[in-house]
């Protein structure tokens, strides 16, 4: 019965650490501000908004513009919670001429809900992006939030807080 008590207890702490180990793969960015007029470029690798120069050269992963998202490689919007999908799909990718993918746009496959009464903007859990990063490695994303929300204030929209994580150099699974 000790045996068995101290195995169990083992098994449990194993599993703990790899618990705990694929959480700490998962990065996360809160409040990143989308609100200017043109593009924000994002290097998911230093998490950071890449500088204009930076992004001239290429040194991006992810671009948002309001509700527009693309990606530097090519992408889809996987409908799945972000922990739910384990591996990128080996087809269904958008690319356009320029190396680059947007998200789809359209209110049925949207990574967002527009409320037309309330005009509150709600990022849907169920989706998730999977995108091939400039360095070919792959990676999925789930916005989780479209506005800062301060106690006692107005919640301020486009800006933007999301999760990521990356496969383990050119997997497909994460």
Known sequence: MRHLLKS????????????????????????????????VFYNLTDNRVASEQEASFGAWDVAFQGTSVKFNGPSQLLDSPFDQVEAAPKDGYAQDEDGTSQLPSDAESRWFHYDFTSHIITALPSRTAVFQSRDGSWGKLNITDYYKVVFGQDPVPRMLSFRWTFAEGDALAF
Do not use: K, N, Y
């Open 8 to 39: 169990t207890i083992t098994l449990f702490v194993l599993l703990l650490c790899v618990v705990t180990i694929r959480a700490q793969d998962v990065q996360f960015a809160q409040h990143v501000d989308v609100s200017s007029d043109g593009w």
